[in-house]
């Protein structure tokens, strides 16, 4: 099995920049498309970013697409969230999250993620 463990939020000011980064073990990532997910109070959760480990293509949301990045460094098993401009709205708790994926493509396939961090706090005020 994968385990996931998300770290890097806080508080922070409508504006500031955040990174979040997410650190795999119990296994390689190799293969896999490894996503940022959050989830606020009330609302559904969100898929945000995915990228895939074998070629680094990446797909984003169009809420936070030109504001968020997501990159990995599949020796160290991390995977990263670079988050700009951060807005009240982006206030939720984020998770990284992984499934096999062997043809490259990491767009959708959300019941597929099986493994799960166990999320960080995001605050923006």
């Known amino acids: 099995d994968v385990q996931l463990v998300e770290s890097g939020g806080g508080s922070v000011a409508t504006g500031d920049s955040l990174k979040l980064s997410c650190e795999a073990s119990g296994g390689t990532i190799n293969e896999k498309c490894l996503g940022w997910f959050r989830q606020a109070p009330g609302r559904e959760r969100e898929a945000l970013a995915s990228i895939y480990t074998g070629d680094g293509i990446t797909t984003y949301a169009d809420s936070v697409k030109g504001r968020f990045t997501i990159s990995r460094d599949n020796a160290k098993s991390m995977v990263y969230l670079h988050m700009n401009a951060l807005q009240l709205n982006d206030t939720a708790k984020y998770y990284c999250?992984?499934?096999?994926?062997?043809?490259?493509?990491?767009?959708?396939?959300?019941?597929?993620?099986?493994?799960w961090g166990q999320g960080t706090q995001v605050t923006v005020s």
């Open positions: 999250a992984a499934r096999f994926e062997f043809y490259g493509n990491c767009d959708g396939w959300e019941e597929k993620y099986i493994y």
